[in-house]
């Protein structure tokens, strides 16, 4: 059975820094793409970045590249999203996909809010 698990959200101050964590279990990591997004309140989902299960290459979109770096640890079946400079329009819930044998999977998601 495929399942994603995000942990790593949590309370941080404007300018700090967090860590996401993407548990997947039900196939292999290196295998495929593994994309994060985030919702915030009133607001439409965004894909954020992907990193690809062949050459691990990655992907960032504008609002968030040159602060957040996607990485993968193959041996721990994770996907990592490293968050810095945070700011309050980083507030939101966040989540990871994989699209597996026709169609995605999604994490829980978890809440990141930045506030001071």
């Known amino acids: 059975q495929v399942q994603l698990v995000e942990s790593g959200g949590g309370l941080v101050q404007p300018g700090g820094s967090l860590r996401l964590s993407c548990a997947a279990s039900?196939?292999?990591?290196?295998?495929?793409?593994i994309g994060w997004f985030r919702q915030a309140p009133g607001k439409e989902r965004e894909g954020l970045s992907c990193?690809?299960?062949?050459?691990?290459?990655?992907y960032y979109a504008g609002s968030v590249k040159g602060r957040f770096t996607i990485s993968r640890d193959n041996a721990k079946n994770t996907v990592y999203l490293q968050m810095n400079s945070l700011n309050s329009e980083d507030t939101a819930v966040y989540s990871c996909?994989?699209?597996?044998?026709?169609?995605?999977?999604w994490g829980q998601g978890t809440q990141v809010t930045v506030s001071s």
């Open positions: 996909n994989v699209y597996f044998r026709g169609r995605y999977y």
């Open positions: 990193i690809s299960g062949s050459d691990g290459s990655t």
């Open positions: 039900g196939f292999t990591l290196n295998d495929y793409a």
